[in-house]
């Protein structure tokens, strides 16, 4: 079964870091993209950041740009959202996301809570 499994949220003072994990099982990693998507209360799902199955090519999001990063370790099938200067407005629940390739659908991990508060 394809699975994708998140951990590393939780609760952090605004200005604080958290780095957020995926493994990632299934399927042959390294060969596609992948994405941490999050999800605010009231607001639509939106992309956050993606990578190339390589890792050498990252997308953020304006809001992230500079304060996200978004790296994998495919020895270890794990992709890893390292969030620092955290703000308020970050807090949401974070998945992780393999995109629908083909006949395949979308993948989601199962999410992990992100709050920033003081």
């Known amino acids: 079964q394809v699975q994708l499994v998140e951990s590393g949220g939780g609760l952090v003072q605004p200005g604080g870091s958290l780095r957020l994990s995926c493994v990632v099982s299934g399927f042959t990693f390294s060969r596609y993209v992948m994405n941490w998507y999050r999800e605010a209360p009231g607001k639509e799902r939106e992309l956050v950041a993606a990578i190339t199955g390589t890792g050498i090519t990252t997308n953020y999001a304006d809001s992230v740009k500079g304060r996200f990063t978004i790296f994998r370790d495919n020895a270890k099938n794990t992709v890893y959202l390292q969030m620092n200067s955290l703000k308020p407005e970050d807090t949401a629940v974070y998945y992780c996301?393999?995109?629908?390739?083909?006949?395949?659908?979308?993948?989601w991990g199962q999410g992990t809570q992100v709050t920033v508060s003081s």
């Open positions: 996301n393999r995109p629908s390739v083909g006949i395949f659908s979308d993948i």
